[in-house]
């Protein structure tokens, strides 16, 4: 049996925030945890924060809204909207009915919600702490809540803004509200904060850089890397030189001259494949040097289609790596 | 008919956004861009880059860039091997600098400047909340375009989570300063006069019993302070932030949107193509970047990897022959065959995903420019010249 990977743990967590530079395959490594849990026999509620609405593609279901919808037996799936949140909020904590009734209210609230800075971040990290809260206290079903959180520095605001809004507000309810988003927050049993990373090297730097700010800044727990899209190695140290005299002309012209002209771009492209591996497991070592945090490892997957059947073999990698 | 240089828009323009989503490589095209046009066009090129990883400085070789522009030597562009024609400058956005900046241009005397500099609100707006870097981007560029310094300035707009956020920007921050809803939270201040007035004031409306509930009192005050502090300055945002969007869609100006040909980027990036063209925003060029090399979609190598691997052994036996003595093993040979076929055939799958998504995109600007992806991570001038030659198509 394989151990478990030390890192493992943030399954068993209750909050899960994934967060990522663009393009590392974030939303993808969000959403195979969610369906991994899944297949674990735990209900999730899969949160999508940036307003793109294809996340839930990657269980080839429709865009849902605020309410969550059940994309995969197991993981229902809810997109963030700030103005619902906020309806939400007065709704269960004031008792403010509708909104609608109270005129220009409704249009100073949406103004509040869409312009004054800090709002959108304390309503979306506010409703994520709501939904695990009301697990933890038996009002809701959600075994684990998993976050496509903001990309590399926004985060930083998002998650640190009860805080900051503490700072702002000494009294009153909202300073009541914070408080137990904070405690929730930073409990290493409830919460962790996942890193998403590609071997790049502006993906790398933005990692090392964004944890040293996690740790100085925030009180969340953090959890581990992943490290997605990890290209395959070709060849063994000892095959290597190999292919290298292959692409000498002798042998390059003996191959053409029994399998066609076409072996040119195959050992091109062979080539490239070497040279893209070994510019990013440089990266890996950079990574691996600066940071303190596990690391999982997620291939790169040579496939021609998004879709369920992704999202699945990622999940099962990530299995694989967290020794399930 | 589509043009695969950026050339002609580099030439007409005075000011090119890139757009994208996170990753797609956009700071780094957009210096690229303004390498290549100082380099090889001529004139007074400025990299304006928002991005608060100090990306751009890394590339471009400079230990630090600041809210001020800087010269690009042209020692540094020497010794990458580059003869520019004109003069290569970056600067990179200092959001809190840019916002002091505007407080103390537009404010009446500078008691009122320090009173809001001083502000608690305002120092944790300015200073914590991203979006206020999306209009404090777009200000700076107002500000540099005005100046006049420069023939063409090359901007990498800021990460927003929302692609689109910095073109509402302006708009909504004239509505916010402007708006009648702000005079309607400082009202209680403004007719009461005195702190004592403004709880009767505040008790007797509703609006303000829930907003005291819901924010707390202290809060709605610091609110308040602040935005009385700044009603001096309204007009003068105000206008500032319509001549800012007035720059954005003007003529002079053009758009280029970056993507890669993943499934995800490129949904984003024809999102920010229908939201530029529905806003009638100058949408010029279109960048495919990191695109895998067309051979992989030949037949010829198709055909030669389906050879490779069937003939393997034989064809190993053939090259042991050879007496060349990393070859003298066929089973090696015919292992690095067939590795070499699969690795060929995997690529090509990722390749052949790349056309497909290519030809699905639907809306393509007068533009359309290609940059291939390159084994090694680009990190000094000399790599960015290699995209800058991609992007104008020049030898």
Redesign the interface.
């Known amino acids: 049996m394989t151990p478990a990977a030390p890192g493992a743990g943030f399954l068993d967590r209750r909050l899960v925030f994934f967060t990522g530079k663009g393009g590392v395959g974030k939303s993808t490594v969000t959403a195979a945890t969610a369906l991994l849990a899944a297949e674990r026999g735990q209900r999730v509620l899969l949160v999508e924060v940036d307003a793109k609405g294809n996340l839930t593609s990657l269980f080839e279901h429709p865009p849902v809204g605020f309410d969550p919808v059940e994309v995969y037996p197991g993981v229902s799936a809810m997109q963030m909207r700030t103005e619902a949140a906020l309806n939400e909020y007065l709704r269960l904590n004031l008792h403010v009915p509708v909104l609608g009734r109270i005129g220009p209210l409704a249009s100073v609230l949406d103004f509040v919600a869409t312009a004054a800075p800090g709002v959108k971040e304390i309503l979306t990290v506010g409703k994520v702490c709501w939904e695990v809260r009301e697990s933890l206290q038996g009002r809701a079903d959600w075994d684990l809540v998993v976050v496509d959180a903001a990309a590399t520095g926004h985060v930083i605001a998002q998650l640190d803004s009860p805080r900051a809004i503490q700072e702002l507000v000494s009294v009153g309810p909202v300073r009541q509200q914070t408080e137990w988003m904070v405690d929730l927050l930073s409990d290493p049993a409830i919460t962790a904060l996942q890193f998403v990373t590609a071997p790049e090297e502006m993906p790398v730097n933005e990692t090392i850089e964004l944890v040293a700010r996690a740790r100085a800044e925030l009180h969340v727990p953090l959890g581990s890397v992943v490290v997605n899209r990890v290209l395959p190695e070709p060849f063994t140290r000892g095959d290597e030189p190999t292919f290298e005299a292959l692409l000498d002309r002798p042998p390059r012209q003996r191959l053409e001259r029994d399998v066609g002209t076409g072996v040119g771009s195959v050992l091109e492209a062979t080539r490239l494949a070497v040279s893209l591996r070994r510019s990013r497991a440089a990266h890996l070592t950079a990574l691996r040097e600066a940071v303190d945090l596990p690391l999982l490892y997620l291939p790169y997957l040579f496939v021609r289609d998004h879709g369920l059947r992704v999202t699945r073999m990622v999940a099962e990698h990530l299995a694989g790596e967290l020794g399930l | 008919m589509t043009a695969d240089s950026l050339e002609p828009l580099l030439a007409s323009r005075e000011i090119l956004v890139f757009c994208g989503?996170?990753?797609?490589g956009k700071t780094t095209t957009a210096a690229a861009t303004g390498l290549a046009a100082a380099v090889q066009l001529g004139g007074r090129v400025l990299v304006l880059t928002i991005d608060?990883?100090r990306?751009l400085a890394d590339a471009l070789g400079l230990e630090a860039i600041g809210n001020v522009e800087r010269r690009v030597p042209d020692a540094a562009l020497h010794a990458a091997g580059l003869e520019p024609r004109g003069e290569l400058f970056t600067a990179m956005l200092d959001t809190k600098a840019s916002w002091d900046d505007l407080v103390l241009r537009h404010a009446p005397d500078e008691e009122t400047a320090y009173k809001v500099l001083g502000n608690?609100?305002y120092q944790?707006?300015t200073a914590?909340?991203?979006?206020?870097h999306d209009y404090i981007a777009m200000e700076r560029l107002y500000d540099l375009h005005t100046h006049g310094r420069y023939d063409l300035i090359v901007v990498d707009t800021p990460?927003t989570?929302?692609a689109i956020d910095f073109l509402d920007a302006p708009a909504?921050m004239a509505?916010?300063f402007g708006?009648r809803?702000l005079r309607?939270?400082t009202m209680p201040y403004r007719l009461g006069g005195r702190r004592g007035a403004r709880v009767v004031n505040f008790a007797s409306r509703?609006?303000y019993q829930?907003?005291?509930?819901?924010?707390?009192?202290?809060?709605l005050q610091?609110i308040a302070e602040f935005f009385l502090s700044f009603q001096s300055m309204y007009d003068g945002f105000v206008e500032r932030a319509q001549a800012v969007e007035r720059l954005l869609r003007d003529r002079r100006t053009s758009f280029a949107v970056v993507t890669?040909l993943?499934?995800?980027?490129l949904?984003?990036a024809e999102f920010f193509a229908r939201e530029l063209t529905a806003r009638d925003y100058p949408f010029g060029a279109m960048v495919l970047n990191r695109v895998l090399?067309d051979?992989?979609s030949?037949?010829?190598?198709?055909?030669?990897?389906a050879?490779?691997t069937e003939?393997a052994d034989a064809?190993a036996k053939?090259?042991a022959a050879?007496g060349?003595a990393?070859?003298e093993?066929p089973d090696?040979?015919a292992?690095?065959?067939r590795?070499?076929?699969r690795?060929?055939l995997?690529?090509?799958?990722?390749a052949?995903?790349e056309r497909e998504q290519r030809a699905e995109l639907s809306r393509v600007p007068e533009v359309v420019a290609t940059v291939p992806?390159f084994?090694?991570?680009v990190?000094d001038l000399a790599g960015l010249a290699q995209i800058g030659r991609a992007l104008l198509r020049s030898p």
């Not at chain 2, 989503?21 to 797609?24: E, K, M």
């Not at chain 2, 030949?298 to 990897?305: C, K, L, R, T, V």
């Open positions: 989503s996170g990753g797609v608060p990883a990306r608690s609100l944790n707006i914590r909340f991203v979006q206020s990460p989570r929302n909504r509505e916010f708006g809803l309607w939270l509703p609006f829930l907003a005291d509930r819901v924010l707390g009192s202290q809060f610091d890669t993943e499934g995800a980027p949904r984003e090399p051979y992989l030949a037949s010829e190598g198709h055909a030669a990897a050879a490779l003939r064809l053939a090259l050879l060349d990393a070859l093993d090696r040979d292992r690095v065959l590795t070499a076929a690795t060929f995997d690529y090509a799958v990722v052949t995903r992806a084994a090694d991570d990190h």
